[in-house]
């Protein structure tokens, strides 16, 4: 049976409850199988890794308990649990060389998927107003980002990325799936679930539309209104060294903001089309598993508080050893 036979919809056939879908990964060939496992498991380790070295250096220095490094810590843990929502499936598929799934887990690992990256959106946004604050108001900076302030928005954003997720998944569970269950995908997501629905997604994609405008569109412009201002205000620092310190404290922030916002567009903006091509598992694989592990170093490579921290840290471990 050819792969385009899968996918297409069989006629003339009794509509029945799907009860698991087939997710064909990255690759076909068991060679390839093998190179693609050892890669993500290299990647996931580097990315837990190097996440929680981030955590554990924001933890130990005192220099960088500020609200900057108090949201980068939380991105750190996203990025964590971002990554380990899809890797660790896939690897165990590639082990076991089973590629199904079952609905209610393809249903779980999407509610946590777009919660996760709902948060995103958000934290980054906070992240951005925290940036604006500091180098635009710095003299009520610490009023206005106070620890309450900085616990109102970790918890507002979460209670939206909740919401968001929830939504997605309990409409996406009123939907009819009697046939074909295959995913061209490593992983479950909506664009491609939609395809496979033998019911009217129309409300579903309206629905998705209108939460990428409040979760992805407004914060993307909240940050952009926030970095314009900071970018003036950076222009008229008489010292050179000022407007390099400030830039630097924002460039690693808005490369993370770029590559996010990047991949996200172009991953569901496809999502009238029909076809399920290798572009789409490229920008899978970037929105969850080279973002995550990209993110430590943006932060780190620029920053040498950071750079100082985490020679802290793993001096540490090594006496420890």
């Given at each position: 049976i050819s792969l385009q036979e899968l996918m297409e919809p069989q006629t003339g056939?009794?509509?029945t409850t799907v009860a698991e879908f087939v997710l064909l990964g990255l690759v076909e060939t068991e060679e390839m199988q093998s190179v693609v496992f050892v890669l993500f498991l290299f990647a996931y380790l580097v990315t837990v890794g190097g996440n929680l070295s981030i955590l554990a250096a924001i933890l130990v220095e005192p220099k960088l308990?500020?609200?900057?490094?108090?949201?980068?810590?939380n991105l750190s843990m996203l990025d964590v649990g971002c990554i380990t929502v899809t890797v660790p499936a896939m690897l165990g598929q590639l082990l076991s060389h089973k590629r199904t799934i079952s609905y209610n887990?393809?249903?779980?690992?999407?509610?946590?998927?777009?919660?996760?990256?709902?948060?995103?959106c958000f934290l980054l946004t906070a992240m951005a107003y925290d940036r604006f604050l500091a180098i635009c108001q710095p003299l009520t900076y610490s009023t206005r980002m106070s620890q309450m302030v900085q616990r109102m928005l970790v918890v507002m954003s979460w209670t939206c990325a909740f919401t968001n997720a929830l939504t997605h998944t309990v409409t996406l569970s009123t939907l009819n799936f009697?046939?074909?269950?295959?995913?061209?995908?490593?992983?479950?997501?909506?664009?491609?679930?939609?395809?496979?629905?033998?019911?009217?997604?129309?409300?579903?994609?309206l629905l998705l539309f209108v939460a990428a405008a409040f979760m992805a569109v407004a914060p993307l412009v909240l940050i952009t209104a926030s970095y314009a201002h900071v970018a003036a205000a950076v222009l008229r620092i008489r010292s050179a060294e000022g407007r390099k310190?400030?830039?630097s404290t924002c460039g690693s922030h808005l490369?993370?903001?770029?590559?996010?916002?990047?991949?996200?567009?172009?991953?569901?903006?496809?999502?009238?089309?029909?076809?399920?091509?290798?572009?789409?598992?490229?920008?899978?694989?970037?929105?969850?598993?080279?973002?995550?592990?990209?993110?430590?170093?943006?932060?780190?490579?620029?920053?040498?508080?950071?750079?100082?921290?985490?020679?802290?840290?793993?001096?540490?471990r090594w006496s420890l050893i």
């Open positions: 056939t009794n509509k308990h500020t609200p900057m490094y108090f949201f980068l810590g887990a393809c249903l779980t690992q999407l509610f946590f998927f777009h919660l996760l990256a709902g948060m995103d009697c046939g074909p269950n295959v995913i061209n995908h490593f992983y479950c997501d909506l664009p491609q679930l939609f395809q496979l629905s033998c019911s009217s997604t129309q409300f579903n994609e310190k400030a830039f490369t993370v903001v770029g590559i996010f916002y990047g991949t996200g567009v172009f991953s569901y903006m496809r999502l009238g089309s029909v076809e399920s091509s290798n572009k789409d598992k490229g920008v899978g694989v970037f929105m969850t598993v080279i973002n995550p592990m990209l993110n430590p170093l943006i932060y780190s490579l620029r920053n040498t508080d950071v750079q100082g921290a985490l020679c802290q840290v793993l001096m540490g």
